[in-house]
């Protein structure tokens, strides 16, 4: 029986991405692998870094595929006087009007909701930006020695400009860790800019239909820890992890360029990323090229480059590239 139920929830599923697809094209022009990749996240519990350039409707796509999702959507703008307080929420004190006693009541923040935008992450201090790693990891908060229960599915999609450097703060690897993807959007191809400023620039319906409730996604993020994955899909996930980290059997280049490879984390988003991305193209199992597909966005923020690399024009992408290669 829960053979054949998880047969009928891979044909929803598959319905559901067209759907997906569908509705989000009448807002968002091209980024397919963009929306692929958050798509991914979103059915195996990870957050999102999203890291572009102003302009390029990183707000506009995570605002568009709330739209479609049944869920309550947060957006947190973040700025250098932003307060953890003004993310978790706070506890007023109060008075009964009839009893005349006082107490204590919390006030929820922006972080209890299903979707949370969290803009210009690296704006804001660390001390602020730590009032997400809770809730990230362990889905609640606590306030006053009281803990708080977020609602599933919890999903954090975080926007980052990777040009204004000045007045920022770059966070750091424990709270870069805590994403799944960290995904680079490009500028639009030629033909895609154009029509970009043939939909702006005229008086079109944009109005988006939800196409999947939260239950769904509940049982769809079930169906995909459920997905069998070979022992040796799982052994080439864990080798490409560890090739990444420098030492006495890591490559010549890696030793040469890298200061820090990517903690076991890294392996398990890669499992659980293959596997999605198997239901998501209708396979009842994961492949090691799945696991390539997604080596750049899991491993780029989890991997360290030092000053050689630096020198010699390396970045992060074209180092793993080459050891994807290898």
């Known amino acids: 029986m829960a053979k ?7 044909e929803k599923l598959t319905d559901f991405q067209n759907r997906f697809f569908n509705e989000i094209g009448k807002s968002i022009i091209g980024q397919k692998d963009v ?12 957050h999102t870094l999203i890291i572009g350039v102003p302009g390029l409707a990183k707000t506009l796509m ?4 709330a739209d479609l999702l049944d869920l309550t959507f947060s957006r947190i703008q973040f700025t250098p006087d932003l307060m953890p307080s003004d993310i978790t929420g706070t506890e007023v ?20 909701g299903n979707i949370i935008l969290a803009d210009e992450i690296n704006r804001t201090p660390p001390k602020t930006q730590a009032a997400l790693l809770e809730a990230m990891q362990e889905h609640k908060v606590t306030i006053a020695g009281n803990t708080y229960d977020l609602e599933e599915p919890f999903f954090v999609l975080a926007t980052q400009n990777p040009i204004e450097q000045e007045g ?6 424990a709270q870069l860790d805590r994403f799944m993807f960290n995904i680079l959007i490009d500028y639009p191809s030629r033909k895609d800019e154009i029509s970009i400023v043939q939909t702006t620039t005229n008086v079109t319906d944009t109005s988006l239909n939800k196409v999947i409730s939260r239950e769904e996604i509940l049982e769809y993020q079930g169906l995909v820890r459920r997905v069998p994955v070979a022992e040796n899909v799982i052994e080439y ?32 988003y890669l499992i659980l990323g293959a596997k999605a991305k ?12 799945d696991v390539k597909a997604l080596a750049l966005p899991v491993l780029r923020h989890r991997v360290l480059p030092n000053f050689n690399a630096e020198a010699e024009g390396m970045k992060v992408n074209d180092i793993l590239k080459k050891l994807i290669e290898e």
């Not at 920022?168 to 690897?173: A, C, D, K, R, S």
Request: aromatic share 8%; charged share 25%.
């Open 237 to 268: 996930a864990v080798d490409l992890v560890n090739a990444t980290r420098p030492g006495e059997n890591s490559k010549d280049f890696i030793n040469e360029w890298i200061d820090w490879g990517a903690g076991p984390r890294a392996s398990q």
């Open 278 to 289: 198997a239901v998501l193209d209708s396979r009842p199992t994961a492949e090691i090229d």
């Open 4 to 10: 054949n139920r998880d047969l009928q929830l891979l």
């Open 62 to 65: 995570i605002k568009s595929m």
């Open 168 to 173: 920022t703060y770059p966070l750091p690897e």
């Open 35 to 46: 929306l692929d990749h958050i798509l991914i996240a979103l059915l195996c519990k990870g």
């Open 93 to 112: 004190l109060e008075e009964d009007q009839t009893s005349g006693k006082r107490a204590f009541r919390f006030f929820k923040g922006p972080i209890f």
